[in-house]
């Protein structure tokens, strides 16, 4: 093996067409000679560039609906033997295999074919079969050979043979190989998981998780850990698939931050009204409805002044300019919404550290989806909590029912508490939160800071009593004592909703009685950690 190795003969089968005729010219225009398949030897052909079938050398046509015409020994042995071998050579010579120095194949476009929701049979014609064994022969034999999967590498590829006189180095084999395999590998685990979700198998023996590289981030969490943004390939409307109109580039906090904004605001259908998600460090601190949008912002705004400053905001509708002058009064990270008016991103414009990002759709936040959390030595899978309760899932427990104004609000409210930190506690009143309580060790601890948040909110906004007077109250989980129950009954709640469960749940009935509350219980629990 030496480090440059001459490209005489290159194999182009693609299912995308993208930059074919162009690399071919390239190629064909360099002395190397091209061999193709079905519909990319036509278009080569087409366009008048001298191509050679993969069945001339093989000796047969290709059959059954093209399943098979690379599968045979010309191909593969082409791609696999050892330039440096005197045993390899010998075969070549014996059988008339002549060598193959250059690989260019995209796949079957599988993972576009499922987004689409095409049928199981539809599904299945899209797996590529002779595309992943040919890349996996010729990524193997990176010593000689050069295999390119992606489009976007054309270039690269072209001005490395450009630099070398026709070759290549055995770096740049190397890094194409590995590019090669993890194109593979996606692939595969994009049928894998697909074919465990159609035949409803929860806990398959093996789970692979693929992602794109969609972004280098400067940092992590913190500046002293790398990292990067991976997409998965789904048609889901969120951070990564948005556009961004402005600002710099998002950091690996602010995707995150953004990712859990946008979801929040998902749980608000657009067709129901205005909603905004105003979200810092993961945690909502102001989230709200209104008769316009800008009245959405400006209530989830007053919940907690302090925390939205360099928050992240979304809203479930376009932003308009009213909403975009409110907006940029306080520095602001990051602003995701389905779409942006003219005059709003021209608003924005002046703010050049503001990221604004349009996602084109909201996400149904039913939709079934996974999660997966890394552990050490480990994965933890589960589904998306894509939970979801309405006025007839409710149980009234107390003496006293809800009011619907109540009601309207618990419901609000306890859609709000599935996106915060466990232990969670979420006072709400007029269809905006009006204090949080997040990440608690102690539930009664939630209770009480969110309850002393609205105190100090209300003092700064110039009112005689706490926001949290006759608001209501989400816990994620159920009461454990009562305690956290009377806690916001003294905050001023006059009705909760809670999941329930709890062994103790006739003492906290009792205890909500006693203080006239209201109570209702879902049976559903939304733990977030």
């Not at 010998?90 to 499922?114: C, K, R, S, W």
């Not at 697909?194 to 789970?207: C, F, K, Y």
């Not at 608003?347 to 039913?366: C, E, H, I, S």
């Not at 009480?448 to 109250?473: N, W, Y």
Request: proline share 3%; hydrophobic share 45%.
């Amino acid at each position: 093996m030496t480090d440059l190795y001459p490209v005489r003969r290159a194999l182009i089968s693609v299912s995308d067409k993208t930059g074919l005729i162009d690399l071919a010219k390239a190629l064909a225009g360099s002395g190397v000679e091209l061999l193709s398949t079905g519909g990319s030897a036509k278009a080569i052909r087409d366009a008048g560039i001298a191509v050679r079938d993969v069945a001339d050398i093989t000796g047969f046509p290709e059959m059954m609906d093209g399943r098979v015409k690379t599968l045979h020994p010309m191909v593969h042995g082409g791609l696999l033997a050892l330039r440096d071998n005197d045993d390899h050579l010998q075969a070549m010579t014996d059988h008339g295999i002549g060598g193959i120095d250059l690989l260019v194949v995209n796949l079957y476009p599988f993972e576009e074919t499922v987004a689409k929701g095409a049928d199981y049979d539809t599904c299945i014609e899209n797996i590529d079969i002779g595309g992943p064994a040919m890349i996996r022969a010729a990524a193997k034999n990176h010593g000689f050979v050069t295999t390119v999967v992606d489009v976007e590498d054309y270039e690269e590829l072209l001005g490395e043979l450009a630099a070398n006189d026709g070759q290549t180095t055995y770096a740049f084999r190397q890094k194409m190989a590995q590019r090669a395999y993890a194109r593979t590998g996606a692939y595969d685990a994009a049928v894998s998981t697909w074919m465990a979700d159609a035949l409803g198998e929860t806990t398959p023996r093996r789970r692979v998780v693929a992602g794109e590289l969609a972004q280098s981030l400067r940092y992590g969490e913190n500046p002293h850990q790398s990292a990067a943004f991976y997409v998965d390939g789904t048609n889901r409307p969120g951070v990564a698939s948005a556009i961004q109109h402005q600002g710099k580039e998002l950091s690996y906090n602010n995707i995150n931050d953004t990712d859990a904004a946008f979801e929040l605001a998902c749980e608000f259908d657009p067709a129901d009204g205005p909603a905004c998600a105003i979200i810092k460090h993961a945690n909502p601190c102001g989230v709200a409805r209104g008769a316009t949008l800008v009245e959405a912002y400006k209530a989830a705004f007053d919940c907690d002044r302090t925390s939205a400053f360099g928050g992240i905001i979304a809203l479930n509708q376009t932003l308009d300019k009213a909403t975009a002058e409110e907006i940029v009064k306080i520095f602001t990270e990051v602003v995701i919404a389905p779409d942006a008016t003219q005059e709003a991103i021209e608003v924005f414009a002046a703010k050049k550290n503001l990221r604004l990002l349009t996602t084109g759709a909201m996400a149904d936040p039913r939709q079934a989806a996974m999660t997966v959390r890394q552990v050490s030595g480990g994965l933890l899978v589960q589904d998306k909590d894509n939970g979801h309760i309405t006025m007839d899932d409710l149980k009234v427990v107390t003496k006293r029912a809800p009011t619907d104004a109540e009601l309207r609000d618990l419901l609000f409210a306890w859609k709000v508490a599935k996106h915060v930190k466990s232990n969670a506690i979420v006072y709400v009143k007029d269809g905006a939160t009006v204090g949080v309580g997040a990440g608690q060790m102690s539930r009664v601890d939630s209770c009480r800071i969110a309850a002393r948040k609205a105190q100090d909110m209300a003092e700064e906004l110039g009112l005689p009593m706490p926001l949290t007077q006759g608001s209501v109250v989400a816990s994620d989980a159920f009461f454990p004592f009562a305690d956290g129950l009377l806690t916001a009954a003294a905050a001023g709640a006059t009705a909760i909703i809670q999941p329930g469960g709890s062994m103790r749940d006739d003492d906290v009935i009792k205890a909500a009685d006693d203080a006239g509350l209201a109570m209702v219980m879902t049976g559903m629990r939304h733990f977030r950690h």
